[in-house]
């Protein structure tokens, strides 16, 4: 499966999670409480992927260069 697709899905199911929230009724106040700590937990990780993907990115380059300038 495609990260990028992953990411994205993730992404989505966070707006999903905080717009089911908005409509819990007011006695629901834990259900609406966890609803948006999930997708607050979801927004973090999906933030650490994106960071570790363009590291990758960064470390790929400087091997390509590092390859490039050894021969």
């Known amino acids: ?16 999670l905080r717009a089911k929230a908005k409509v819990v009724r007011s006695e629901q106040g834990s259900l609406m409480f966890r609803l948006n700590r999930a997708a607050d937990a979801l927004d973090r990780m999906v933030s650490l992927a994106v960071r570790c993907l363009e ?7 400087e091997l390509r260069q590092f390859r490039a300038g050894a021969q």
């Open 1 to 16: 499966m495609n990260v990028t697709h992953d990411i994205a899905e993730a992404r989505a199911t966070a707006l999903v």
């Open 55 to 61: 590291r990758i990115k960064e470390l790929e380059q």
